[in-house]
C-alpha cells in the first residue's frame, strides 16, 4: 500500500505540498488561538485533539476580539482566523488552511468555514488522532497550504429510522462520523408503515402505538422531545442540519394503527412489520386527516430550527391519483404555512400547484426511468431546487455485490464503491434542471439494517464517494477526482476507520502493483 501523505477526503479544491518542506509539530506546549467569535470550533477541535495527545492544548482568546495578527503563530500553534471580509475569496463554507515547520493557520469567512477546515487538519494527522485514549506518536502533519470550497451547498445523507429504530446515541455517533466528510445535512426517514419515530406530543398514540413496532417485529422506539432535541444540538455543533420527514399519503400504516380516526371506517390498522411498499394511504380528503397534519406539521416544525421540512410523498400507489395530485398541493402549503421550505420525493411533481420553491428529491436512476425526469423537471418549474438521490448509485442500503451479508438490489443490481464515485450529478436530468440542482444526499434505508455495525457496513466507505461528489470541484484534465486517485486515498484512509472504530463494508482492493 503506497502511504499518501496529505491526502484528504472529499479532495480539496487546491492542495499544494511542498518537496522537502519540514512538517508542522503539536507538541505539549502547543495552543490554539481563536475568538469567541468561533468558541464552537476552538473547542470542538480542542476536544478532538486533547484525547489522543494528551496535551493540554489550551485555547487562547486574543482580548480584543478581531482579527488575529501575523506572528502570534509560534512554531507549535494553532491559529483559528475568522476573516468575514474573505480576502480569500472561499465563500461561505470555504477556507485555508496553511501549516508548516512555523505552525497551523486556517482562515475562513465563517465558523464553518473554520470547521471544515479543522476536518481536513484532522486527516493530516496520524490515523491514532481518531483513537479516544492517549497514544504516544510523532503528531505531525506534512507541510502544505490548501484552499477549500464546497461544490454545493446540500451535502446530505439520510437514515431511515422507521424501518428499524436507532436511538438518539446513535445517531449522534453518526453525525460525529458524517462531519468528517463535510456533510452538511441529515435527513431523518421519521415515519413510515413499520414504525413512528417523534413525538407529538398532541397525539400521543402516535408513538404509544406506532412507535413500538419495527421490521421483524422488534421493540421499536421513538425520539422524546428532549432526544430530538440532543440530535438537532449534536447535528448543530458539526454544521449539520437536519430534515425530518413525515411521509404522507402511503408509507403510513404506523399512524393508520395509531389512531383509528385516521381510517375511513374508524378502525385502527394492524400493525406492520414487513418491508412491503405502496399498500397504506391516508383519507387525503377527511377532516381527520387535516387536523392530525397540521398538529405534526406544526409540532415539527416548532422542533426544527432548520429551514427544510420533507413530507415525502413517495410510492404512494394506494392512493387515487387525482386525490393524490390534490394532496401533495395541500400538504406542500401545510409545511410553508409553518415556515418551513417543503421538500418532498420526485413523485410529488405530477402536481402543477406544489407551494413556491418546493424542493424535489430525485431517486430514480442515472438514467431517468419512466416519467420520473418529468416529475422532477415540475419542481423546478414551479420556483424550486432538486436534491440527486438516483438510486442505482447513491442509495447506500444496496448492497455492495452478491456477497453482501445484508442491503438490497432492487436498484439496477449491486452497487460498488466505484459506482457510487463515477457519475456526475450534472448529467442526469436536462439542462434546465441540473443547474437547479443544490446537492446530493445519499439514504440509508434499513429494511436490512439492525445495528450501529449494520449502519457502518453499507454507509463506508460507500459515503466518501458521495461526499467527494458534493464537496470536490467535478473531474477535470489535471485534477486528481479520479477513481484511481479516490481509490488510493481510500486505501491509505483504512487505519483511520479502523480507529474511529468503523468497519466499512467494502474493503477497498486495488492492487497497487
Ligand atoms: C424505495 S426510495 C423507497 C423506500 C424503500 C427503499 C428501499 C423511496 C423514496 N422509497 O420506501 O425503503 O426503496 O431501497
Redesign the pocket.
Known sequence: MRLATGAIIPLPTEQLLPVGAEPFVLTQASRIFATDAVASVSTYLANILRTPTGFPLPIITPLEAGPIEEGTDGGHDIVLHLDLDDVAGVGAEGYTLETSFSGVRITAATPAGLFYGVQSLRQLFPAEVEQRSVRSVAWETVATSIVDRPRFRYRGAML?VA?HFFNADVVCGFLDDLALFKINTLHLHLT?DQGWRIAIESRPELTAVGGATEVDGGAGGFYTREDFARIVEHAAARFVTIVPEIDIPG?TNAALSAIPDLNPGGLAAPPYTGTE?GFSTLDTISDATWAFLEDVVREVAEQTPGPWLHF?G??SHATNADDYREFVSRASRLVASHGKVPIA?HEAGISTDLAPGTIGQY?SYRVPQTDTAERTLSFVEQGGSLILSP?DVA?L??AYDESSPIG?S??DGSTSVQESYEWEPTEILPGQASSAVIGIEG?L?T?TVRSRADIDYLVFPRLLALAEIAWSAPPSESSLRTWTDFSRRLDAFGPRFQALGITPGSPNSVDEA
Open positions: 431511515d424501518r413510515d408509507h411498499v415525502g413517495d410510492e420525493w431517486w438510486a442509495y442500503d444496496m438490497l432492487w436498484a439514504p434505508w429494511e
